[in-house]
């Protein structure tokens, strides 16, 4: 008996892959501190429990497949309030950003076609795309350059006749890039000049920081034919167990293929869909609070890492990751050796070896992500214990 090899393909998470290594680092008696994975320590609004708490129907039904209309309406207002009108024709509500992910290169992708993305992206696109059939072709970005891809010749130098999409996660995982307005509008034009979708993956939506306005392919109407804007609780409500995300697309004809994915997966958690209903309808000073203290611990996780001579990394302007290039040749090994053979004080630290988030061989091998998801006081000693540890490491 064979599997596929669609499935051979596939790699394991580089997120998790060193977790073994850390839970040995754990028995030993080590405290360490977690910055390479993106679940935020923030606590889920109330609304969430309290809506499921006074949901009274008898029997928990199946859901439309579309998603439960108190749910659409209630994204269709949180999208009012930045001026983008959508309908409910134009929502599907998935399993996380992750299944409108899977749903969409399902719809898009015959086997051998291609989709851009800026490298370093999230990693779990090679699943998405390659459950698709299809295939990844990165646009190589820099740590010198703050990570930033939207030059018309770069996205050009990549397409090719089996070119269907350009992905655009903004702002970014785990770069921490946002795209400005007009460099989505650079991005509109390309893609209509070359007839590709974009794929919006804008999960990180308002974790926008600094003086940057929250922005959205969905502003602009004049590639709304060829816009896919993903989306979801996870990150944006710190609800990532909830498993609620979202398809979102003026394209009817996308829309109604699409919806026979949908069918033939039922529906979402009815319960779940109840929560993330209440969620939406959190006013705006709900963000506000968020944004303030995720770019808090950016401006300390950014001071602590400028400690450390020879790294390279642009403060990044959203979402809640940085990369950054250390001085070591090679990230993965630091990483064991900070697991296995480092300690301050009982204490060491993990974050995620960014070679798991390029598609071209060789390259990420001297970087590392960071997810700023613990407070302040923590990320602050997690930062000066990398630090410690290139010292010991370097020295050996
Ligand atoms: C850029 C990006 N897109 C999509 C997802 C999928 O998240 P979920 O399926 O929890 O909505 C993630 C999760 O980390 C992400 O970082």
């Given at each position: 008996m064979k599997l596929s090899e669609k499935v051979g393909a596939m790699q394991f998470s580089p997120i998790r892959k060193f977790n073994p290594i850390a839970q040995k680092a754990k028995d030993a008696g080590k405290k360490v501190y977690h910055l390479?994975?993106?679940?935020?320590d923030v606590e889920t609004p109330d609304v969430f429990m309290d809506a499921i708490r006074t949901y009274e129907n008898k029997v928990i039904a199946y859901a439309e497949s579309g998603g439960l209309p108190i749910l659409q309406e209630s994204v269709i207002d949180y999208f009012k309030q930045y001026d983008i009108n959508f309908e409910k024709k134009d929502i599907i509500v998935t399993a996380g950003g992750s299944e409108a992910l899977t749903m969409t290169f399902i719809s898009l992708l015959n086997p051998g076609d291609e989709v851009l993305i800026a490298e370093?992206?999230?990693?779990?696109y090679h699943t998405f795309a390659t459950t698709a059939g299809g295939k990844v072709v990165p646009i190589t970005t820099k740590a010198e350059e703050g990570y930033?891809?939207?030059?018309r010749e770069q996205i050009e130098a990549k397409i090719t006749d089996r070119t269907k999409a350009i992905v655009c996660i903004t702002p970014g995982n785990p770069t921490g890039t946002v795209l400005t307005l007009d460099e989505m509008k650079l991005i509109g034009e390309i893609a209509k000049e070359h007839d590709l979708w974009i794929i919006a993956d804008e999960v990180y939506r308002e974790f926008a920081y600094d003086d940057r306005k929250v922005t959205?392919?969905?502003?602009?109407p004049e590639y709304a034919d060829r816009v896919i804007v993903i989306d979801s609780v996870s990150k944006r409500f710190s609800?990532?167990?909830?498993?609620i995300g979202l398809l979102i697309s003026k394209n009817e004809e996308f829309m109604s293929n699409v919806m026979k994915v949908a069918q033939g997966r039922l529906c979402v958690s009815t319960v779940d869909q109840v929560g993330a209903a209440a969620l939406f309808k959190l006013p705006m000073s709900y963000y506000d609070e968020v944004k303030a203290e995720y770019c808090g611990r950016r401006d300390v996780v950014y001071e602590e890492l400028m400690k450390i001579p020879g790294v390279v990394c642009q403060k990044p302007g959203g979402a809640f990751y940085m990369t950054a290039k250390l001085p070591v040749d090679n990230v993965e090994d630091f990483l064991i050796f900070l697991l296995s053979e480092f300690d301050d004080n009982g204490e060491t630290v993990m974050f995620a070896p960014a070679e798991g988030f390029y598609a071209t061989p060789g390259l990420g091998k001297d970087e590392m992500r960071i997810a700023y998801v613990l407070n302040q006081a923590d990320m602050r000693r997690g930062v000066e214990l990398i630090r410690l540890g290139i010292e010991a490491y370097n020295k050996r």
């Open positions: 390479n994975i993106g679940q935020p370093p992206f999230y990693t779990n930033h891809y939207a030059k959205s392919f969905a502003m602009l609800a990532c167990g909830a498993r």
